[in-house]
Each structure stands twice: as structure tokens, then as C-alpha cells.
């Protein structure tokens, strides 16, 4: 089955001023399958349907020999090295989180530079260097074993976190003493898509039921169920709370309020829309009072002020709003308006000090406005430029905030915040070996096809000729209305520090610019999402910045479809592209896992409406016989988020019909899932790899 194919391909660049030899490149055969489904009266092949058994030895074997074929081209490009040993050292510096205090001690992450996984530092000051709480490194040989989530109760006295395996979704849960930083018995699996929420001495948590032996990376996941586990006792024991036996297809979390009188429930079918419930303990712990019982809108509950929760959601208002709820009578018509929908989407709200933190997205950057506990505007955060911030970390009680705050050419600087008069000083500050000041980063908006006017951040060197043909990486997502904002990632500097261009595009399907802009581009309107993203690569082209023969685009799962559809829809247009852990097939990415609550953004391929537009984009089935970009598909062995299948069907017919010279290739991680937890040397293997196949492609040298 895996006999080489005899012709040779000769992934020579295609730009006419080529400076590097060409790399051969002989691709597998990869067996095809007679499979053909009929969807409404069209015959749909899936001849590669094989490759969605992960756990088959032919498959495992056809992993084997891709991942030989992208090492032996990787390992020929010149400069690969070079870009390894500068990611590496521009890695190296410490990177802290912001402090939190729980009990008698002060907490924070830790990464000296090159670890695998941050440590937890426990300490009696908050400027205290302190001690090792708990190393994640220790976890594994492999540093691929990672911390998932963690929670402390209510007087810091016990810790409950989670672990987990290979970047896997699953978690298993443990239980610490603090004082003297021993496990109890306690331990729990099969925990996915969970929190973790104290009360009293024990902590309410969501699971599936134990999948069948070797399906626990594929198998579909139903019956999402809540529980709560009390100290000292048997999972086995624990007293299940809710689960929908008539609805498998739903999930379900817990939060409590900080004086833990409350237990709210959320209950969700996609990725958003929720339904929000409670349990009030004073009156009775077993009965769950409904708040919402759809799934129209978003609830996210804060806290409460004796009866009433603070709750923060888009009903009724498409950028949020801030709202009370009276739990003696909670329906939406004694709703009341603590901070009213504004012109900016409002993301995340902070309760420190006696005040209100509003966290507000303003034009695809971070704006905090700070209001009484009654909703009274008081003044507008002083933030230091463009950026992020991760909102104002801390407690009601506390006198002392924290926040983080990044840029695309700033790394994350932490600063502590007096929550009496609002002043601001940096707390800490890393040192980078890389010169902020000779870079910028601007704002640029464009007209997408239908006439949307879309933002875009494109950072590069101060003075940068602009002469079109400037090396340049466009990122985007669009969907599932998460924001893509500023940030700083080493990944990047190589292109930055080599006259290149880091260009970003807020496209339509994200939240940047709240509900609205998210249903923009969901299900029948998901081909706005790929409209903005090609607008962009033609701005950026019309503008003089670069060329399609410089132009690569990135993306990763939402953001790997994104890619998936741009180079299938316009493979003329970019030189180079990177879909990362893709949805890639969508008539079958609802049968895998957790992929059925994505159909809120996509749509299912059994109806017929649905399939009518998702056959129009889906990557996978609009291949056909061309000139494709040179691309690394990038996907991991333990990715049950996105399944790899995903990604080995998409490679195989990519390879099968790419009538170019372009380099069509797949880099399947070993010991790693979707993206959370992955060790820091993975991390700069995989970089290196990205960067140097992408200047190598584009005829562009990185220096010495």
C-alpha cells in the first residue's frame, strides 16, 4: 500500500529568481476505498475513509511514512537550524502569570525560559519569590503531561486539579492537601470539558460515561453529566446531579458563588447559547431552580449580592450587557441593568475592590472602564497602548488587583493595580533579547466582497520598505465568536526580525465586534468568513506590502478550515499555507467526538439545507486536479478535539491532485493533542519547521 510512487516530484520553487536547489519529493501511495455516499441524490466518494481509524495498524503505518517523507524534506531546507537555534534562544526568558491569592498564600506560574510546562509557586508575600507548589514537568519524562485546570476551596485549604495526558481532552483529577502538599485518595476520570467548583468539603465536576476500550480519541462523547464528589470517597460514590437522558447530545458545568450559597448550572447544545440554572443551599440543596431553559443567547454568571446574580449576556443585547437577577423571582421581566449594552463588546467582567472591571473590545483591542458595585461609570483603565489585557484578576475583598497586558511586539507584562484610586505600576516585566521599539504594529481596514468593512493589524519594522514583495503570514479563525486580539508570540519575531509582515484579520465568525458579527459568519453565511480573509490577502497585495508569491496563511481548527477553504477557493493567491488541526471534512466532523456541538456555527450535513452550502466550501471534497500552494498540514496523534482523519484525508487527496511543484505535506506530533499543554519543545520543533518551509517556499533566505 505504502510503495513510493515512481515519478519524481521536484518541489522547486516557482518563483523565477530561485536561489535554493530544489527538494525531491517522493509522496506514498495511499490506498483509496470504493466508499460513496448519497446525500440528497448526490454521490459524495470517501475513498480515504479508512484513515479514520486511528487505532488501525494501516493506519498507523501510513503516519509513519508522511511524517518520513515531511522529516527528509524539513531536514534539507539550509537554514532550518538557524531558525531552531533563534527560536530557542529568544524562548529562553521567565514568563510569569498574575498572582492570585487563595488562603494564606499568594500563587503564580513560572516558566524559567525553555521548561516544557509552567510550574505553580506558592508564597507567604506577594513579592515573594516563594517555592515550587506543584512542577508539571515532573508529570512525565516527556513534558507532554500537562496541568488542566485547577481549583482551590473556599479557605485555600485543599486544591483539586487536573491533568492531562499526551494534550489529550480527557482529564483525570486529584486532590491535594496544602499544608503539606500530599494527594489524598481522591482521584477521578473520564472528566471532559469540565470545572471545577468547591463547596463545603467537597467539588461539583462534568463527565461522559467510561468510552469503549480504544474508541476514548474518537468516539462520539454523549451524555455529558454533573457531579458532585465529596473528600474521602469513592468516584464510584459520587451524587449525580444532572444529566439529560433525553437529549445526549448536550453539556453541562458548575460554577459557585464565592460565599458558595450558590450553585449555578449551565447547560449548552453548540458552542454558544446556553441555558443557566441554580441551586440556592440556604433554602434547598436539591432542588435546581430554572433561570433559561434555551439555548438562544449567552449567560455567564459572575457572582451574587445576597439573592440577586450578577449575570453577564448578550440577551436582548448583541455587544452584552451586565444584568441583575432576582432569584425570588428570576424571570426577564424583573431583570435589571447594571451596565447597559454599549457601543463595544463587552467580553468579561472583574468584581475587586468594591468595583466593577468591565473588559470591552474596542475596534479588535482591549478597553477596561471601571464602574461602582451599583454600575456607576467611574473612569476608563489607563492601559499602556494597542493590546490585550487579560482583565483585572482578584477578589471582591481584595484592596490589590492584577492584570496582564501584550501586544503583538510586547510580551506579556504583568501589573498590579491599586483598586482604591485606579493607579497602575508594573509588577513584572520580561526581558526578551528582542527590540520592541524597532517595530510597530498597525490598524488597517478593507472592504470585504459583499462591501463589510474588516480590520487588520499588520506589525513589521519601523521604516520597512514596502516594495510587494515583503514576506509575509496572515492569521485568522472566524467563527465560534472568539476574538482574535493582539498578542505576542515568539513563533513570529523570525519573520518580523527578517523584513517580514505579521498581518491579522478580525473576520466576520469571531466575537470582536459582539453577536451580530459572530451569526455573520455561521452556517449558510460561513462564506463571509473566507470572503474576509481573501479580501485581506488582496489588500495586503494591492497595498504593496507583498505578493502571492510571498503571501503564506495560517489558521488553526476553526482557523485550519478557514485555511482549508481559502486555498481550495483561490489556490492562486497565496504561496504558502498552514491549515493546523483543521475541521476539514464537514459532512462527517459531527460524528467524532465533541464535533456535533460545533453544528451551532456549521450546520449538519443530514440536512439538506445545510449540506447544500456545506458541500460549496468544505475543503476536503472541493479538491480537485491544480496548482495548490506549497502546504504543511500540521496535526497531532492525540488530538481528540479535531481528530486527526481530519487532516490524513485532506493530505491524501491534496497529494493526489496537486498538479504543481509546490510541496504538499503533513506533520502528524507524536504524544500531543490539540494545542493546550504542548511542551515547549515541541512548540519551537514545530516553529522551526513551520518558518523555515515557509521562507524556503517563498525563495526567501534566513540569515546565519
Known sequence: ????????????????????????????????????????????????????????????????????????????????????????????????????????????????????????????????????????????????????????????????????????????????????????????????????????????????????????????????????????????DDQLIYVDKENPLRNVYATTSEDERFVIISTSESTSGNGLYFIDTEKDANKIVPVITDFNNDYNFIDNEGDELLVLTNDNAPLERLVMINTNNPSKETWTDIIPESKDALKGISLVGGKIFANYIHDASSLIKVFDSKGKFIQDLALPGIGTSGGVNGKKSDDTGFYSFTSFIRPNTIYSLNAENLNSEVFREPKVDFDSDAYETKQVWYSSKDGTKVPMFLTMKKGLKIDGERPTLLYGYGGFDISILPSFSISRLPILENDGIYAVANIRGGGEFGKEWHEAGTKERKQNVFDDFIAAAEKLIADGYTSSDRLAIQGGSNGGLLVGACMTQRPDLFKVAFPAVGVLDMLRYHKFTIGWAWAGDYGKSEDEEAFNYLIKYSPLQNIKPEKYPATLVTTADHDDRVVPAHSFKFIAELQKNQQGTNPTLIRIETSAGHGAGKPTSKQIEEAADILSFMFFNMNVRYPE
Not at 153 to 161: C, E, P, S, T, V
Not at 209 to 235: C, M, R, V
Request: hydrophobic fraction near 30%.
Open 1 to 236: 500500500m505504502f510503495a513510493f510512487t515512481i515519478t519524481m516530484l521536484a518541489c522547486k520553487q516557482e518563483h523565477p529568481d530561485s536561489e535554493f536547489k530544489p527538494i525531491q519529493v517522493k509522496y506514498p501511495h495511499t490506498k483509496q476505498d470504493t466508499i460513496v455516499e448519497d446525500y440528497f441524490g448526490q454521490k459524495i466518494p470517501d475513498p480515504y475513509r479508512w484513515l479514520e481509524d486511528d487505532n488501525s495498524p494501516e493506519t498507523k503505518a501510513w503516519v509513519v511514512e508522511e511524517n518520513k517523507v515531511t522529516d527528509e524534506y524539513l531536514s534539507q531546507i539550509p537554514f532550518q537550524e538557524n531558525i531552531r537555534k533563534r527560536l530557542e534562544k529568544i524562548w529562553n526568558y521567565e514568563k510569569y502569570s498574575s498572582p492570585f491569592k487563595e488562603g494564606d498564600y499568594y500563587y503564580y506560574f513560572k516558566n524559567d525560559g525553555l521548561q516544557n510546562q509552567s510550574v505553580l509557586y506558592q508564597s507567604q508575600g506577594i513579592k515573594d519569590e516563594g517555592t515550587v507548589f506543584i512542577d508539571p514537568n515532573k508529570f512525565s519524562e516527556d513534558g507532554t503531561t500537562s496541568l488542566g485546570g485547577m481549583e482551590f476551596n473556599n479557605d485555600g485549604k485543599y486544591l483539586a486539579y487536573a491533568i492531562s495526558e499526551g494534550g489529550s481532552d480527557w482529564r483525570k483529577v486529584f486532590v491535594m492537601d496544602v499544608n503539606t502538599k500530599e494527594l489524598l485518595n481522591d482521584k477521578l476520570e473520564w472528566v471532559k470539558f469540565s470545572s471545577l467548583a468547591w463547596r463545603q468539603d467537597g467539588f461539583y465536576y462534568s463527565r461522559y460515561p467510561q468510552p469503549k476500550g480504544g474508541d476514548e480519541l474518537s468516539s462520539k462523547n454523549e451524555f455529558h453529566s454533573l457531579y458532585y464528589h465529596k473528600l474521602g470517597t469513592s468516584q464510584a
